[in-house]
C-alpha cells in the first residue's frame, strides 16, 4: 500500500509563458498561500538544465510537499523572442498538468500563450492535462484579452480555461487540484 502510495503521489506540473505573467506567484500562492508584490521570488527557485540561449526558454524547477504528495513544479520563462524553438517534449512528457500562462492585460502573451499550446499539442503526452490561465484577473481597468476570446480558443482547442489573481487567491487552488486530480484519474 505504501509502495503504490508513493508511485501514485507524484505529480510534475509544468507552468509555460512569459516571464512577468505570474507563473511563480501561482506557484507560491498554491503552495504557501502567499502572494509578494515584486519579482523576486524566482532566486527559491533552482535554476537548472536549459540555458536561455539554446531553447529559448529560462527553466526554474521546485519540487514541494502537498497534502502528502511530491508536486514538482517546472516553470518555462519565454524570454520574449518571436523564434519558437520546438523544446525538447523531455521536459514536460509524462506532466500531470501544463498550465500555460498569460497575463489579461498583455496581448502579447495571450499570443505567446497560444504558442506554448501548439508546442504541447505537437510534442507532448496525450495523458497530460493543459489549462490556460489568464493570470492578474484583478487588473480589470487594464484587460487587453477578453475573457471571451480566450475561453472560446480553449474549447476550440480543447483546454481547461480560468482566469485566475495569484494577488486574491482567485482559481488557483481550483485550477492546481482540478487538473491534478483528473490527470492522475485519467492515467
Ligand atoms: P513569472 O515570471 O511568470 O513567474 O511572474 P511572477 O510570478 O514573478 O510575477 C510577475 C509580477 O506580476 C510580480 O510583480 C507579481 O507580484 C505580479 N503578479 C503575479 N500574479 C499577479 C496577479 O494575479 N495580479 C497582480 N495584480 N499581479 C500579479
Not at 521546485?62 to 520563462?77: G, M, P, R
Amino acid at each position: 500500500y505504501e509502495f503504490s502510495r508513493l508511485l501514485f503521489s507524484f505529480f510534475l506540473f509544468v507552468l509555460l509563458g512569459d516571464a512577468g505573467t505570474g507563473k511563480s506567484s501561482i506557484v507560491l500562492r498554491f503552495v504557501k498561500n502567499q502572494f509578494i508584490d515584486f519579482q523576486i521570488f524566482k532566486i527559491d527557485f533552482l535554476i537548472s538544465v536549459a540555458a536561455e540561449s539554446t531553447i529559448g526558454a529560462a527553466f526554474f524547477s521546485q519540487t514541494l510537499t502537498v497534502d502528502d504528495a511530491s508536486v514538482k513544479f517546472d516553470i518555462w520563462d519565454t524570454a520574449g523572442q518571436e523564434r519558437y524553438h520546438s523544446l525538447a517534449p523531455m521536459y514536460y512528457r509524462g506532466a500531470a498538468a501544463a498550465i500555460v500562462a498569460y497575463d489579461i492585460t498583455n496581448q502579447a502573451s495571450f499570443d505567446r500563450a497560444k504558442k506554448w499550446v501548439q508546442e504541447l499539442q505537437a510534442h507532448g503526452s496525450a495523458g497530460t492535462v493543459v489549462a490556460l490561465a489568464g493570470n492578474k484577473a484583478d487588473l480589470i481597468d487594464s484587460r487587453k484579452v477578453s475573457a471571451e476570446e480566450a475561453r472560446r480558443y480553449a474549447q476550440d482547442n480543447g483546454l481547461l480555461f480560468m482566469e485566475t489573481s495569484a494577488k486574491l487567491a482567485t482559481n488557483v487552488n481550483e485550477m492546481s487540484l482540478s487538473d491534478c486530480e483528473e490527470a492522475h484519474r485519467g492515467s
